[in-house]
Nanobody, 121 residues
Framework: QVQVVESGGGLVQAGRSLRLSCAASGTFRMVNSMGWYRQAPGKQRELVAKITRGGSTNYADSVKGRFTISKDNAKNTVYLQMNSLKPEDTAVYYC???????????????WGQGTQVTVSS
């Protein structure tokens, strides 16, 4: 069993900051990568930022320069620092963890339940 739990969402005014956290726990060999996705009403879920175990990152063009993803391998935790928030950043933010199964060594992806981020103008 693998659990992915997000925290840190909320309501903020445009231009302000929020920090999201996500922790993966349970039985697995290692976390290979973790990422943040978001889904706004009526839109498809999209990648926001992703970071590998080795520290490689990639960001959606819409958040480059404003959002920063970081990780703590020892805690299997990833963070998303969101600065200069805009109303268009309003969405449910989901955390994804890609882990190596302890027994099979296959990789599986797990999702958190999501956390709402609302940016008011």
């Amino acid at each position: 069993q693998v659990q992915v739990v997000e925290s840190g969402g909320g309501l903020v005014q445009a231009g302000r900051s929020l920090r999201l956290s996500c922790a993966a726990s349970g039985t697995f060999r290692m976390v290979n990568s973790m990422g943040w996705y978001r889904q706004a009403p009526g839109k498809q879920r999209e990648l926001v930022a992703k970071i590998t175990r080795g520290g490689s990152t990639n960001y959606a063009d819409s958040v480059k320069g404003r959002f920063t993803i970081s990780k703590d391998n020892a805690k299997n935790t990833v963070y998303l620092q969101m600065n200069s928030l805009k109303p268009e950043d309003t969405a449910v933010y989901y955390c994804n963890a890609a882990v190596t199964d302890w027994r099979t060594t296959s990789e599986y992806a797990y999702w958190g339940q999501g956390t709402q981020v609302t940016v008011s103008s």
